[in-house]
């Protein structure tokens, strides 16, 4: 009687290889798109603090923004951003309409924040 070998074929070895390449390579993709979305979510919060700030002192100023659209650069948190102001009259004479964009990477959303201050 032949005695048969215990063990993985060729074959069998060449099928186990590939479908741990093909898990190997889905677990790097993935861990490449946490990061982008990670550094993405990372902009947009600092873009959220600088059109905070932003709004801080337009709501603080004593004299009202002037009507109209408004841009610059502001530089925080060790990075430029470009932002856009846009101020305009509501329907009730004492108060003023603010929309700030802020925009702080190539291929990223901007931010955008409304809100209103007394003409005063």
């Known amino acids: 009687m032949a005695r048969r070998e215990a063990g993985f074929t060729l074959l069998e070895m060449l099928v186990a290889l590939a479908v ?3 898990a190997a390579l889905a677990l790097v993709r993935l861990q490449g798109v946490t ?3 990670a550094a993405d979510l990372d902009s947009k919060a600092m873009a959220q603090i600088v059109a905070r700030n932003m ?3 337009v709501q603080t100023d004593p004299s009202p923004p002037a009507s109209g ?3 610059g650069e502001v530089e ?3 990075r430029h951003w470009h932002w856009s102001r846009e101020v305009k009259a509501t329907d009730d004479k004492r ?4 929309n700030l964009t802020v925009d702080g990477q190539a291929g990223s959303s ?3 924040l409304s809100f209103v201050r ?3």
């Open 20 to 22: 741990f390449s093909l």
């Open 35 to 37: 990061l982008h979305t």
């Open 55 to 57: 709004m801080v002192e």
């Open 69 to 71: 659209t408004a841009q």
């Open 76 to 78: 925080n948190g060790g």
């Open 95 to 98: 108060l003023l309409q603010v």
């Open 110 to 112: 901007p931010v955008v």
């Open 118 to 120: 007394a003409v005063q």
